[in-house]
């Protein structure tokens, strides 16, 4: 009797019969909220957005990269936007899509930018869901490995790269000209957007940081090759770091390719950003229970971002409030100038407080109450 095979990849929806909700007609209609960038760079500036939908980072929000091998066949782009639902990721690089040429389209609750070539190789997308899709400012297909994006939040901008790195065999003019062109982008982002980098990289970080620049935390993990030191170099050029070298985990939480044989595993997928922004990154792993109808081998790797807003330091707060609550202290910094507009204010405040209570006038320079 024959043994039947139970297969674990995820059927595809299918959407060929559905002309009335097809994505190449949402795609015509939301293309109509941007406009290409006068000065012909390419860059196709958005101008749907709405001050209350920008996204509010003190809020915790999964920002995930993945190698999901295609998305060009039917129903794939669906079933992937269906599955970051599932997993609760918001911003999404996704490589190896292979869908050709550059658009956005509209795919059910999800806006999906990609980058492609002529043909169906390499390629690269990002999707983003609510509230990211109505928060997208610009946007830039740079080649089929690299895609540039700037989102608007309440506290700033948040620019992202999707990149697609050459694997370790390619020859060495195809890795110099993707690091050069890589390099170039990152010195285009302004200095004070987060910058955050989602991609296939093709490469492990190491153990060993570079010169001391923090370019890779005391969780890093792998062998160096040609890509890694390429890695490494353009990130201690730029300022930036491997996220997931300053997390410890599990290995099963480390890896992110597995290869078919199920021996070799490695961590090649990264999350990358820059040195001053690392603490607004809570938590860093991979998520194995994702799956995509290609069967890919790679594994979804997720980071929770959230901005935490300045607080003025307690010792500050303490010592300001000692500072002006004795009278006699203040009217010693009286005759400093550097603190008379604070005591201005604080005399006016000593006079209100002395109204409410005793229903008599103060005089605004001594600050004691008149007689009557």
Known sequence: ??????????????????????????SCALM??????????????????????????R?????????????????????????????????????????????????????MLHSGGEYRTNGVALVLRAPFDKALLSWQPISDRILLARIVHRHGHLTILVTYAPTNVANDDTKDR??????????????????VILGDMNAESGTDDVGGNRVVGP???????????????????????????????????????LSHDRRTKKEIDHIITRRSDRHFFKSYRVLRGAEVPANSDHLLVTAKMEIAPFKKPRSLRTQSHTMFSDYSTTLAYDNNTQWRSRTVSTFSERCQMIRKKTGSRCDQRSGKPLTQ
Request: a neutral charge.
């Open 32 to 57: 109509t909220g941007g406009a290409q960038s006068s000065s012909g760079d390419g860059v196709t500036q958005m101008r749907h957005y709405i001050g209350a939908d920008k996204p509010d980072l």
């Open 178 to 195: 993707f690091y050069d062109q890589l390099a170039a982008v990152v010195q285009t982002v302004p200095p004070h957007d987060q910058l």
């Open 219 to 257: 969780f890093g993990f792998g062998t160096l090759n040609d890509n890694s030191e390429r890695l490494l170099a353009m990130c201690e050029n730029h300022g930036l770091t491997v996220l997931g070298s300053w997390f410890r985990r599990l290995n099963i939480h480390r890896w992110s390719w």
């Open 59 to 111: 809020r915790r929000y999964r920002l995930a990269t993945w190698n999901v091998m295609t998305l060009s066949e039917v129903g794939y782009q669906v079933s992937l936007t269906r599955e970051l639902a599932r997993m609760d990721v918001s911003i999404a690089g996704i490589t190896e899509s292979r869908i050709p040429g550059s658009d956005m389209r509209k795919i059910e609750d999800a806006l």
């Open 1 to 26: 009797m024959a043994l039947q095979r139970n297969s674990t990849r995820v059927a595809a929806p299918d959407i060929s019969v559905r002309r009335g909700n097809d994505v190449s007609t949402n």
